[in-house]
């Protein structure tokens, strides 16, 4: 029942953008609170930004003033633009409910190098 697909990664120059957007079953779209999860090879997955249906939104600090995140209720699609990417931004990004999350999808690459 669960279908989150995860696309819009690659690889860009550091200071470079990105605009990744997550494609979600009507179900799990129906909860209120969507988020971007990011996880780095020997790092523990973390929330990096959500936003809630009323477009409500919360920001890790480590991209805060750098990433948006945003909603289309209709489309039932989350986005996340990444501006000024830096290679600590080197990740796979998901999206999912939070703070609980039932399923994952395949997820969607970012590097960020010269």
């Known amino acids: 029942q669960v279908q989150l697909v995860e696309s819009g990664g690659g690889l860009v120059q550091p200071g470079g953008s990105l605009r990744l957007e997550c494609a979600a079953s009507?179900?799990?779209?129906?909860?209120?609170?969507m988020g971007w999860y990011r996880q780095a090879p020997g790092k523990q997955r973390e929330l990096v930004a959500d936003?809630?249906?009323?477009?409500?939104?919360n920001y890790a600090d480590s991209v805060k003033g750098r990433f948006t995140v945003s909603r289309d209720n209709v489309k039932k699609t989350v986005y996340l633009q990444m501006n000024s990417l830096k290679p600590e931004d080197t990740a796979v990004y998901y999206c999912?409910?939070?703070?609980?999350?039932?399923?994952w999808g395949q997820g969607t690459q970012v590097t960020v190098s010269s």
């Open positions: 999912n409910t939070v703070p609980v999350y039932i399923g």
């Open positions: 009507g179900s799990i779209f129906s909860i209120n609170r």
């Open positions: 936003i809630t249906s009323g477009a409500s939104t």
